[in-house]
């Protein structure tokens, strides 16, 4: 067991207030309030749909999600009207589809994940190689001058990023993922990710409420003293800090990164102490040695911080911790539904304690979402109702601001309005 | 007396067997269909003991717990589970939270 127990008496320093004002250092953003229309409108989405997602790199999920030869993914695309089959090939390259025979149109994989030697559509048995060339027609001779290597699954550009799978549905896309991502790789770099992903538990929920409703939900700390007051407000709270400002963050032309303190006078639970002894958890580690962190997490070094967020445009963003690691993925399905999943990762338990550390981490922030679940179909429920038209933001809610700006930059929707 | 189902110097959590459960999916079901009332004896009658259980468990490694260590090594991550309700939300739901039927785990 380690010696490591915290105390509770740790001190927090004064916030650092000479740069909280954030509207004040990105000015372009305004501090009007935000209008609720791209939040129900139905216009909006369709804009949104072929100004944003057809035209960006979209995170699938990592590359130990298919280790093996054969092993594929199916990402749902709603929000693009496809499926896309996400599969490592037998020279261990990574190729990525839309789900589609080139038959009938039938879908070529029906679950959402597994093992195949190829794939055989299930309609009229056309079979294609994990490469996507169509290797095998039943009753050939009867088609009609087929133009069989030109009828292969049709291809969407992949590439990855340390560990992480993109799909862009350009095949030949005019910007490249690392282009795409050089604002926030710097951050990451060198952040232990393979390590961490040896464990990862995931959930999805389908949630109805706007995508943008549900992920601005986790780009601002200003709730958690009120709506996470039972769970998590004591960990990420304290008496210098009690409305959870931001430690400091970087607004990017698209992406952007956020640092939050923590609570170092925070006494854990006793079953979070114990978690705390024999593992990592976001909760309860405070004020350990940052030597194992790239320096652009938590880049001020303060010992009170807690947790980084990098948003990635547009829809998954990547909460790096001491240790542990978690993502959102926010699939738009309509103007008022949204796939959201929550993945969180971990290093390779070695024993019952470090199992049992991990699964109170994971459940605790299960419990703690839960909080937030319930507050986002609440809001759209009423959004629509035209009762207010906008919504005012302060310096704290400034990535909201932010997010709201970058998907219009996109989307058009008031250009010249 | 039934077969004793957990390690010998173990027994007096016998009786908490019912929340030996593989799976996160079954430890929440049996978390939000409790009362209050069991999950709060189960949590106190584990947390007095985790001091002697985790050393007891980690002489194993994880992929060749004897059944009697493994159902043990259950109990934990089901004491892992009502944590929460017992330390966080004094219910074993959260407070106003969302249908955690709803958000479904890929993982067991």
């Known amino acids: ?53 057809r035209n960006v790199w979209l995170n699938v999920g990592r590359i130990e999600d298919i280790p ?76 009609c001058g087929l133009q069989k290597d030109k009828l292969g699954l ?26 795409y991502l050089a604002e926030v790789v710097p951050g990451l770099e060198g952040y232990p990710f393979s390590e961490l992903s040896a464990t990862r538990f995931c959930w999805r929920t389908e949630i109805k409420a706007n995508w943008k409703v549900a ?8 709730h958690f003293p009120v709506r996470h007051k039972a769970s998590a407000a004591a960990a990420f709270t304290s008496e210098t800090n009690p409305y959870c400002h931001f430690l400091s963050l970087d607004l990017y032309e698209r992406h952007r990164r956020t640092s939050s303190y923590g609570n170092l006078d925070y006494t854990p639970t006793p079953v979070a102490g114990m978690a705390y002894q024999f593992g990592s958890s976001v909760v309860v580690e405070r004020g350990l040695a940052m030597d194992n962190l790239p320096a652009g997490v938590n880049p001020t070094r303060r010992p009170d911080w807690s947790i980084d967020v990098f948003w990635i445009f547009p829809n998954f963003s990547i909460f790096p911790s001491n240790g542990t690691y978690l993502t959102h993925h926010f699939w738009p ?17 070695e024993n019952a304690g470090q199992k049992f550390s991990q699964e109170y981490s994971k459940v605790l922030l299960r419990d703690i ?49 | 007396m039934p077969e004793a189902r957990l390690p010998e110097q173990f027994r007096d959590l016998e009786q908490w067997i019912g929340w030996s459960l593989e799976t996160e999916g079954e430890r929440s079901d049996r978390r939000q269909a409790s009362a209050m009332e069991d999950i709060t004896a189960f949590y106190e009658a584990m947390l007095a003991r985790m001091e002697e259980v985790l050393p007891y468990l980690e002489q194993f490694s994880l992929e060749e717990l004897p059944d009697d260590a493994k159902r043990l090594f259950y109990l934990t991550l089901s004491l892992a589970e009502v944590a929460p309700a017992v330390e966080q939300f004094g219910q074993p739901s959260v407070v106003d939270g969302y249908d955690i039927k709803r958000f479904v785990a890929s993982h067991r």
């Open chain 1, 369 to 417: 979402l839960m909080e937030d679940g319930t507050t986002l179909e609440h809001m759209q429920d009423v959004l629509a109702s035209g009762a207010k038209t906008h919504m005012p933001l302060q310096h704290q809610e400034i990535c909201v601001r932010h997010a709201y700006n970058v998907v219009e930059d996109y989307v058009g929707f008031y250009a010249g309005r």
């Open chain 1, 68 to 143: 093996h030869p054969g092993d594929y993914v199916v990402a749902a695309l709603t929000v693009c009207r496809t499926s896309v089959v996400v599969v490592r090939g037998k020279g261990g390259q990574i190729h990525a589809f839309h789900n589609m025979c080139s038959h009938r149109g039938n879908k070529v994989v029906w679950d959402n994940a597994g093992r195949c030697r190829n794939f055989t559509c299930k309609f009229h048995g056309w079979s294609y190689g994990l490469d996507g060339r169509l290797t095998f027609i039943p009753d050939e001779q009867r088609f």
């Open chain 1, 154 to 179: 049709t291809p969407v550009a992949v590439d990855t990023w340390a560990g992480f799978i993109f799909i862009h549905l350009d095949p030949n896309p005019v910007e490249t993922l690392r282009t």
């Open chain 1, 1 to 53: 067991m380690k010696d490591r127990q915290p105390t509770g008496t740790g001190e927090n320093a004064a916030p650092d207030q000479s740069n909280d004002r954030w509207n004040d250092k990105y000015p372009h953003l305004g501090t009007a309030p935000i209008p609720i229309e791209p939040y129900i409108s139905r216009e909006y989405f369709a804009l949104e749909r072929e100004r944003i997602f």
């Open chain 1, 333 to 349: 399905v309509s103007a008022d539904r949204t796939i959201w999943e929550t993945r969180t990762y971990f290093p390779k338990a």
């Open chain 1, 215 to 222: 992920q601005d939900a986790f780009q601002e700390g200003y």
